[in-house]
Structure formats: structure tokens, C-alpha cells
């Protein structure tokens, strides 16, 4: 049997014994009210109650919760919460044997009808008990294996698998940035001597600036016709240029 129905098959025990300890209480104080204090009974029947209705409470939410649970888990909260039980139901166990070891056996003996029904609701109401503080001890070791032997999850690591890879997509998905282009366009100065614009085509404010430098013409015999010169020529004085039929710029405007 593999441990997951191990844990299930103990869930359902415990959750079927704490029901009928439940019930049983519950006919001993309303059924015998009159003989619920008679001995062999609780010694301290408000903590019992409370015991036995919070388990009922707690048990059942284990085992409806059993399977996302088991899927999702190990909890460390199931390991605090199997130790308490296992330590409560202990407990109530030994202050029902409490009377027995100082010399009050745990038998019913009476002759009154009401009196010795309610002894062996008693009596059989403890033997459940022993039956489900058995079972707990169980419950706990699987926790404590599957808490020790399950790599931490969900529920306790910092940084999942999920979430670097879902991080490295969107850094495989950031789209890369390009590297600045120019365009190049032939034109005059004012004073004839030949330039080149370069255009940047960056983004708004990068697209309208542009440097300027001379283009030295030479005539056949390889000898400079126009002089070295640099234009720093304001961006908007750049753009009231006027284009000739072969499209560079031939004149412009100040």
C-alpha cells in the first residue's frame, strides 16, 4: 500500500472514531444527565468536550482537503497539528486512568439500570478513545517522512521554478535595442562650398540634429576647388532647405 492511501485510510479511522466517541458523549450527557458524573466518568468533562469537538472539526477538514492537500503539501502546520492531537488525545487517556490508578476500577458493577447503561456507553467510549490515539501516531510519521523526504515546494521557497523561467521569457521576449542610423544628403552652403547632411533616425529629438561637414570637390586634375570648412547650422535652418530635380540640397535658408 503506498503511503498516500496509508494516509487517506487513517483519515477516514480517526474521523469515524472521533464521530462515534462524539455520539456517545452526547447520549451519556443528555440521555443519563442524572448519572453522567457517577463514577467512572471524566474528570474534567469541559475539557474533554472541547477535545472532542475540536478534533471532529480538525480531522474532518483533513480528510476533505485530503487530496489537494497530499498534491500541494507537505505543510508543516499538518505536522504541528498531528503532534497536538496525538498529545491532547494522551492526555484525556490518562486522566481517565487517573481514578484506576488510585484504586477505583473501571467496571461496572451497579444495579441500577439507568447507572449501568451509562457505565458501558462510558466504558466503550474509552476504548474508542484507545483506538484513535493508536492511529495517531501514524498519521504523524507520515507527516514527518514526507515533510523531510518532499523538496521544499510552493508553500516555503522563496523563488520557484515558474517564476525564473517566466523571467527568462520575458527577458528572451524583450526585443533588442538598434543601433543609430544615419542619412546622408549632398547639398551647398551658403558661401558654394559642397556638404553633407547626416540625418540621425533615432527617436524624435535625435532625428532632428545633424552635423555637417564639407565635401571637398576636386576638378580633373585632382587640385581642391573649395576650401575645408564645418557648418553648424541650427537644426530648423536645416529644414527650410531647397531641393534641386536630382533631389540634393541646393540652397539654404537662414
Known sequence: MEQKDRA?????????????????EFVQAIGFAKNYRDTPTHSTVIYYWLAI?????????FLIRFQPRWKHGPYKNEVLLDGLLLFVWLSMIFIDILPVMKGNPMSCNMTDTSALTRCNL??????????????????????????????IS??????????????????QQTPPQRSPSYVIQEGVLKDGQPVLFFHSNGDKRSSRRMSLYTHQRTNSNGSILGKDSESTKSPRSVENHVTGENGNVKHIVN
Not at 474508542?128 to 492511529?135: A, D, N, V, W, Y
Not at 510552493?154 to 527577458?171: H, L, V
Open 8 to 24: 487517506y485510510y487513517l483519515r477516514v479511522s480517526q474521523i469515524v472514531l472521533v464521530f462515534l466517541i462524539l455520539i456517545l
Open 53 to 61: 469537538v475540536s478534533s471532529t472539526l480538525l480531522l474532518g477538514h
Open 122 to 151: 462510558f466504558i466503550a467510549s474509552f476504548a474508542f478513545t484507545l483506538l484513535l490515539t493508536i492511529t495517531l501516531p501514524f498519521s504523524l510519521q507520515i507527516s514527518i517522512s514526507r515533510w523531510k523526504n518532499t523538496p
Open 154 to 171: 510552493s508553500s516555503s521557497s522563496s523563488i520557484t521554478m515558474s517564476s525564473i523561467n517566466q523571467q527568462q521569457q520575458q527577458k
